[in-house]
């Protein structure tokens, strides 16, 4: 047994599951703005934080956003979507590598706050792939420069998402490979 002093966040990472299936509960700003605050604490290259965020609580934009990516439909079931954005020109050394990282960073924050505050969400691919990246900077009216990055659905879950332990020893080489 591994001794931690905070157990409860252990617990959180090893639940955290994709939530495909949301009630219709609404998720008050509050809670939104708490999941935000999570992204924004994540790790970034030289404390260069190159993410921005946008909020979408209108149904009808998230229905017509299920309806322009794939494997996106959980949207529109969703109670709001934050949509991560990559700001490549605020990153480390302007690169949109660092970008990248940063904002997969703070988006594995906002699926693990989710969790810890009882909602169901899942990460939503935009990046890399073209069409999907100009469809939603067309439709959000964003500038050229950033780059939508993926879209997270988020809402009370219908039920418990089953979890299984995928912890595998056979990948882990000690000293050398
Ligand atoms: C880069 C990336 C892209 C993903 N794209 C999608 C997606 O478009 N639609 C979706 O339903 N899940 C997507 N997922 C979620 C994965 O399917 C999910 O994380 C994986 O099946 C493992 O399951 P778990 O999240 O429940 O542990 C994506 C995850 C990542 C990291």
């Known amino acids: 047994m591994t001794t931690t002093t905070n157990p409860e966040t252990i617990s959180v990472i ?3 599951r994709s939530v495909r299936n949301y009630s219709d509960k609404p998720v008050d700003d509050e809670v939104i703005l708490q999941l935000l605050r ?3 604490s994540a790790p970034a290259a030289d404390r260069q934080f190159p993410w921005k965020f946008i909020v979408i609580r209108d149904k009808e934009m998230l229905h017509y956003l299920a309806s322009g990516l794939p494997s ?3 949207l529109s079931e969703a109670a709001a ?3 991560v954005c990559a700001a490549p020109q605020d990153a480390f050394a302007g690169r949109v590598e660092y970008a990248v990282m940063a904002c997969s ?3 594995e924050n906002i699926l693990l706050a989710a969790e810890a505050l009882g909602l169901g969400a899942v990460w939503t691919a935009i990046y890399p792939n073209p069409e999907s990246i100009e469809f939603v900077r067309y439709e959000l009216g964003m500038p050229a420069s950033i ?3 993926n879209i997270i659905p988020i809402g009370y879950p219908i039920c418990e998402a089953p ?3 995928r912890y595998d020893p056979d990948i882990i080489h000690w000293e050398e490979w």
């Open 147 to 149: 780059i939508p990055f």
């Open 14 to 16: 090893l639940r955290r």
């Open 38 to 40: 999570a992204a924004m």
């Open 105 to 107: 960073c703070a988006s």
């Open 81 to 83: 979507a934050i949509v």
């Open 72 to 74: 996106a439909e959980m």
């Open 163 to 165: 979890v299984t332990d």
